[in-house]
């Protein structure tokens, strides 16, 4: 079975704070794709990214960049210099090919609050 | 470029009630297609995956039944709606077969069962 774990439940930052929101996942496969997204207020699940088990290069774009480290079983999201309108939850989610699973496998999700 | 829509917005029923929630994928051929449920404290349940016409999967046993009419259409129902129903309901499209697509989401449906 595979299993996705994010620990912090909520964040509250100040405004222009960097913050990063940890992600562990667990699955028996050795090809895994990984996923965040976010869930603003309105409720839409937006993707941000999805990076695959063979890649470990840390990914910028923008304000955010995400560090995937195998040995770790860890796929983390940091938003720089955080604004207002990065208040969501944010998902981390895992798809694996022989998960036994035919969708992806969300964590519970970390629900940011950037303060102004 | 692909958009998903989903209807009604929100939606209030009684307990015993029937449900029919819609799905329509627009911009894509031959999509896969997911029902996920949300429920309050947010963790996101999947309940069914679709595909192709006609062919339905579902992942847990419950009140809940899906359909697939046409390529781009997948419909969430039920015949007697519980209380334990309650919860955002998100459609979800994928361009490819494979489960490791990415998945895109459609705006959800927001159901209170009373």
């Known amino acids: 079975a595979q299993k996705v774990t994010q620990a912090q439940t909520e964040i509250s930052v100040v405004e222009k704070e960097d913050v990063t929101l940890d992600c562990v996942y667990e699955t028996r496969d050795t090809t895994y794709y990984l996923f965040w997204y976010k869930q603003p207020p309105s409720g839409e699940l937006v993707f941000l990214i999805r990076r695959n088990s063979f890649d470990e290069q840390n990914e910028i774009s923008g304000r955010y960049s995400w560090n995937f480290q195998k040995s770790t079983s860890s796929f983390n999201f940091t938003i720089t210099a955080s604004q207002v309108v990065d208040s969501a939850v944010y998902f981390c989610a895992l798809s694996a090919v022989g998960g036994g699973a035919d969708g992806l496998t969300f964590g519970k999700g970390t629900h940011l609050i950037i303060q102004p | 470029s692909q958009t998903i829509h989903q209807w009604p917005a929100t939606l209030v029923q009684p307990v015993g009630s029937p449900l029919s929630l819609e799905c329509t994928v627009e911009?894509?051929?031959?999509?896969?297609l997911y029902w996920y449920r949300q429920a309050a404290g947010r963790g996101l349940q999947l309940l069914f995956y679709s595909v192709g016409i006609g062919q339905i999967s579902s992942e847990v046993p419950q009140n809940l039944s899906a359909s697939r009419p046409q390529d781009r259409q997948f419909i969430l129902s039920s015949k007697k709606l519980l209380l334990s129903d309650s919860g955002f309901y998100l459609c979800?499209?994928?361009?490819?077969?494979?489960?490791?697509?990415?998945?895109?989401f459609g705006p959800g449906t927001r159901l209170t069962v009373l």
């Open positions: 979800a499209w994928s361009v490819g077969q494979r489960i490791t697509d990415t998945q895109y």
């Open positions: 911009g894509t051929s031959n999509p896969n």
